[in-house]
């Protein structure tokens, strides 16, 4: 089966500090890559996707990633945090069927 | 999300009782997913459905049923409810993995 790795359980940072999340998966073949994020109390909202083309992919709320496929990875990033990124971030893969893999999750509080 | 909702919300039951979780979607999508969330362990899918009356297990089914006698309602039972279901549940609706999921709001059970 394949897993998801989150690196980090629990990341704690400053308002307008640098975040990156690290993600990584098991399988070899062809994938699609999710990062997803849930406010406290809330379900789960896509953040971003990767299916294929430019590795560099850009999301909602200033997020971007990079599949770099030699690492089997899927790295998050955003360059300056805001307090109302204070959420869980979860990274998600699909190898072509109808069903996602999760990472545990990676908690990120941002002080204000 | 619009398009999806979960009934209850909340609940509390005791052990050995049989739960009905109830998933509503109005989008027409021929895939429904429900995944348990517990923190450390990310979102685990309990099962999923293909079509009306096709579904099938996901990595931690033991102890959960599902139905689906129409396409917008995806029913998942616990048949006599343990201290370890105790988790929150989300529904998930898609039409392919490769495009993600929407999630639905969530059901928090209480397994006393």
């Known amino acids: 089966a394949q897993s998801v790795s989150q690196h980090n359980h629990h990341v704690i940072l400053s308002e307008a500090a640098s975040l990156e999340l690290g993600c990584n998966y098991s399988y070899g073949g062809t994938v699609n890559l999710f990062w997803y994020v849930q406010y406290p109390g809330q379900h789960l909202q896509l953040l971003l996707k990767?299916?294929?083309?430019?590795?560099l992919v850009k999301g909602i709320k200033g997020f971007e990633a990079e599949f770099i496929k030699s690492k089997f990875s899927f790295n998050l990033r955003k360059p300056s945090v805001q307090w109302s990124d204070t959420a869980e971030y979860f990274c998600?893969?699909?190898?072509?069927?109808?069903?996602?893999?999760f990472g545990a999750g990676t908690t990120v509080t941002v002080r204000a | 999300d619009a398009g999806i909702t979960q009934s209850p919300r909340h609940k509390v039951t005791e052990t050995g009782t049989p739960v009905t979780l109830r998933c509503h979607q109005t989008?027409?999508?021929?895939?429904m997913y429900w995944y348990r969330q517990d923190p450390g362990h990310g979102l685990r899918l309990i099962h999923y459905?293909?079509?009306?009356?096709?579904?099938d297990k996901g990595e931690v089914s033991d102890g959960y049923s599902v139905s689906r006698s129409k396409t917008e309602d995806f029913l998942l039972t616990l048949e006599s409810a343990t201290s370890s279901q105790t988790s929150v549940y989300f529904c998930?609706?898609?039409?392919?993995?490769?495009?993600?999921?929407?999630f639905g709001s969530g059901t928090r059970l209480t397994v006393v």
């Open positions: 990767y299916f294929s083309g430019d590795p």
């Open positions: 998930a609706i898609g039409e392919t993995g490769n495009y993600g999921y929407t």
């Open positions: 989008e027409n999508h021929r895939y």
């Open positions: 998600a893969v699909n190898h072509n069927d109808y069903k996602l893999s």
């Open positions: 459905s293909y079509g009306v009356k096709d579904t």
